[in-house]
């Protein structure tokens, strides 16, 4: 059925093929095809958006199409978590109640920090996807935690032997640590509390990877530059929850278990909360 319209989509130019020198495999011995915008399509984008669509498509790396799918796939879980008992807040929402910005990509903001010897290391933070759960139906913890995506595809090394030295993860960690203590994202996206950094990864032992440099990072900081575990959670795509990623056991920055709708685990409050909703509440 998706590849017929894709297929009809496609003769209208509003879709095209990407080719691809290296086959793209996310089931098990099933080939994936990617698509990317047509002429059609671009020349409707063009009025507002003025980006070569079709010489993106054509110069899409394997790389960049499985950053993009693992983006896209991660998003699609959180939205599919949705109940009367939590809202999914995706970043369109976020980004059309906060301050505009001057920027091609709004989700980003330039920083400068040092770290040991190496001073004045400028360096741009771009998160791949800012999204908020929020709770209505609980007065009592009626609130609204941010986070904001870092997808790992396990092509950027997780520490290098100078932090000024191109892309690493550590390099993420102060970059993210420097914009938490400026309170940097909470003025750019107006948001009501500081958020948590996800990092998902899809090669499995990068997980731990990451976590033991952010303890030996976060050894090496004075005090009033250390990194908050809890702000840092970390977790494997072959380890979220398939059927609802709110209940997945993340790893925050110590090593600890942390789930991200912590009230999952005390499941009556969320009943007596539905029960006692109004039925328009429930269909929100």
């Known amino acids: ?22 086959p793209l495999y996310y089931t098990p011995g099933r080939q994936a095809s990617a698509w990317g915008l047509g002429k ?3 020349q409707i984008l063009e009025t507002i958006q003025h980006t070569n669509w079709p010489r993106r498509n054509r110069e899409a790396s394997p790389l960049l199409i499985a950053h993009t799918l693992l983006i896209a796939d991660i998003a699609t879980r959180f939205d599919a978590a949705q109940n009367p008992t939590i809202r999914i807040i995706d970043q369109d929402d976020i980004l059309n109640n906060a301050p505009r910005q001057k920027s091609l990509n709004p989700l980003g903001w330039p920083i ?88 998902v990864s899809e090669v499995p032992g990068r997980v731990g990877n990451m976590i033991k440099a952010f303890k030996r990072l976060n050894a090496t900081l004075p005090k009033d530059r250390s990194l908050p575990a809890n702000a840092f959670l970390f977790a494997a795509t072959t380890n979220l929850n398939p059927h609802n990623v709110l209940t997945t056991s993340w790893q925050n920055g110590a090593g600890e278990s942390v789930v991200l709708a912590k009230h999952f685990s005390e499941p009556q409050p969320f009943l007596d909360a539905l029960n006692n909703s109004s039925p328009h509440e429930r269909l929100a």
Not at 1 to 22: E, F, G, S, W
Not at 161 to 171: C, E, W, Y
Not at 174 to 195: C, H, N, V
């Open 40 to 42: 059609r399509a671009h």
């Open 112 to 199: 400068t920090f040092s770290h040991k010897k190496e001073t004045n290391i400028r360096t741009r933070v771009v998160p791949d996807r800012l999204l908020a759960l929020h709770f209505p139906l609980l007065p009592q913890r009626q609130e609204t935690q941010y986070f904001l995506l870092e997808a790992d595809t396990g092509s950027e090394p997780i520490e290098r032997s100078t932090i000024a030295q191109g892309t690493s993860i550590v390099k993420k960690f102060l970059s993210y640590g420097a914009s938490l203590r400026l309170r940097i994202p909470e003025q750019r996206f107006s948001l009501t509390k500081s958020p948590r950094i996800l990092f």
């Open 1 to 22: 059925m998706l590849r017929r319209r894709l297929t009809r989509l496609q003769d209208h130019q509003y879709v095209a093929k990407i080719n691809q020198p290296k």
